[in-house]
């Protein structure tokens, strides 16, 4: 059975930092593509980043560009969702997400596996 289990979210003030981990159990990690998307309330699900096998590669939504940092630690099975610079329009609720596959998708429905989300409150 495949889990994934963010961590790391809270309350942090304009301009703060957080760091989102998100811990996977059961999962083909080193076959799997790694991202990070977000819901918002009353809008859709929005891709954040995402990261290749190796890590050699990572996929940044424009907003997230100079910001945030999507990075994988292979040997414990788990990847991380740097944020700096938050705003308040970061607010929402942060998912974790793998595909089995080689590309850094931004597409929802391109991915396999899901957590449960973990919320960033970004006050002004």
């Known amino acids: 059975q495949v889990q994934l289990v963010e961590s790391g979210g809270g309350l942090v003030q304009a301009g703060g930092s957080l760091r989102l981990s998100c811990a996977t159990s059961?999962?083909?990690?080193?076959?799997?593509?790694a991202g990070w998307f977000r819901q918002a309330p009353e809008k859709d699900r929005e891709f954040v980043a995402a990261?290749?096998?190796?890590?050699?590669?990572?996929n940044y939504a424009d907003f997230a560009k100079g910001r945030f940092a999507i990075t994988r630690d292979n040997n414990n099975n788990t990847w991380y969702l740097q944020m700096n610079n938050l705003k308040p329009d970061d607010t929402a609720v942060y998912y974790c997400?793998?595909?089995?596959?080689?590309?850094?998708?931004?597409?929802?429905?391109?991915?396999?596996?899901w957590g449960q989300g973990t919320q960033v409150t970004v006050s002004s």
């Open positions: 990261i290749t096998r190796t890590g050699a590669y990572a």
């Open positions: 997400a793998a595909r089995i596959g080689v590309q850094a998708m931004s597409k929802v429905p391109s991915y396999d596996y």
């Open positions: 059961g999962l083909p990690f080193r076959d799997s593509v």
